[in-house]
């Protein structure tokens, strides 16, 4: 079955610091792909998503681009700011149907000032 | 601007009694699920609907029920609520129209003891 790994947590980084949370994801067809953000007491609010290869998803500073020959999804921040501090959440939907997304684990990011 | 409102956002219950999660959407969404979310384990899906009607079962269905009255609601039954069933649970809604993004309730978080 579909599967997302991400890289465990939690990363702790100093405010301006370059992020990489890793993910490599192994799913039938094509899927796409999804990053994910939980603040603390909240719920998760999509952060950006691409749906083929070789597509760039971005937002609020952070990337992410689909790579087939490597089925990964490595989210990056060029300078991360304190209010990143939050876990993300890797996923796919295998195209079945936009109602069932896997999840990789989550990565927590504290950023410190 | 309300999306998807899940209620109650803290429940505490004993071991063998039942609840219902509510869980509404005003965005005329097709598709709704429920996720529970557990230290380490990421989301992970418990049952879904396609549309009114029409429910199935996702990865994680046992000890939980599901209905789908009306394409605004989709509330989710612990039939015999037990310590395992503790977790944080999310519900979601999405369709053709939202390009694949899955919108996320707020969270309920549920003790049982």
């Known amino acids: 079955g579909d599967s997302v790994t991400q890289m465990e947590g939690p990363v702790t980084l100093s405010e301006e610091a370059f992020l990489t949370i890793n993910c490599t994801y192994t799913a039938t067809g094509y899927p796409s792909l999804f990053w994910y953000v939980q603040y603390p007491g909240e719920g998760l609010q999509l952060l950006l998503k691409?749906?083929?290869?070789?597509d760039k998803g971005s937002n609020k500073g952070f990337e992410a681009t689909y790579r087939k020959e490597t089925t990964s999804f490595h989210l990056e921040k060029g300078s991360v700011q304190v209010s990143d501090s939050a876990v993300y959440f890797c996923?796919?939907?295998?195209?079945?149907?936009?109602?069932?997304?896997?999840f990789g684990k989550g990565t927590k990011l504290s950023v410190i000032p | 601007n309300a999306g998807v409102t899940q209620t109650p956002k803290f429940q505490v219950l004993k071991t063998g009694q039942s609840m219902t999660l509510q869980c509404a959407q005003d965005m005329n969404h097709e598709y709704m699920s429920w996720y529970r979310q557990d230290p380490g384990m990421g989301l992970r899906l418990i049952h879904y609907s396609v549309g009114a009607g029409i429910t199935d079962q996702g990865e994680v269905p046992n000890g939980y029920n599901v209905s789908r009255s009306t394409t605004e609601d989709f509330p989710l039954r612990l039939l015999s609520a037990a310590p395992s069933q503790t977790s944080v649970y999310f519900c979601a809604s999405s369709d053709r129209d939202s390009g694949n993004t899955i919108y996320f309730g707020e969270g309920s978080w549920l003790t049982v003891v």
């Open positions: 996923a796919l939907d295998s195209g079945a149907g936009s109602y069932q997304l896997t």
């Open positions: 691409a749906t083929k290869a070789d």
